[in-house]
């Protein structure tokens, strides 16, 4: 009996050292959500979808419009686009941070996302993923170290080109 009890013991230990990971992604056509669902599933992680409180529709994400939605917020470094429901990063030791590249960076929903989550996001591994039909990451790397000197960011990755 002794043994079992131990047994079950060291499991339990086991299970919470190890290490928890989330996927979390905003994706404005589906394209970067895909790629958070593979990586999901690659990392065993649970996904948590920063969804924007108003969808963002075709004629908002012109980028050709200076008028759209995406043009406004994207020349706004202080702007700030509500979320529909915050998650708890509380429970999470990495955190893969995934979107689409826009205007050679992350969305500014992604910073609406960091903001809504800091202190919490404190010594937390964070892995940004990126899609882009012809940008690089580095970029936006590059902003999220600047914009968020005091979070842990590890190096980045392109999943997508169209």
């Keep these: 009996m002794k043994r079992i009890v131990l047994a079950l013991l060291c499991a339990a230990c086991m299970t919470s050292m190890e290490a928890k990971t989330l996927v979390a992604y905003f994706s404005a056509t589906g394209t970067t959500k895909a790629a958070a669902e593979q990586l999901s599933k690659q990392h065993n992680a649970r996904l948590w979808e920063i969804e924007p409180a108003e969808k963002y529709t075709a004629d908002d994400l012109n980028w050709r419009n200076s008028k759209s939605r995406s043009s406004i917020e994207m020349n706004d470094p202080d702007e700030r686009p509500t979320i529909k429901q915050c998650t708890d990063v509380t429970p999470y030791d990495t ?68």
Excluded: H
């Design 95 to 162: 955190i893969y941070v995934g979107f689409p590249i826009w205007w050679g960076i992350c969305p500014r929903i992604i910073n609406s996302w960091l903001d809504n989550n800091l202190p919490q996001l404190e010594g937390k591994t964070l892995i940004p993923f990126a899609t882009s039909g012809s940008s690089g990451i580095e970029e936006a790397e590059a902003y999220l170290k600047r914009t968020y000197p005091t979070l842990k960011w590890q190096k980045g990755m392109l999943l997508n080109r169209r």
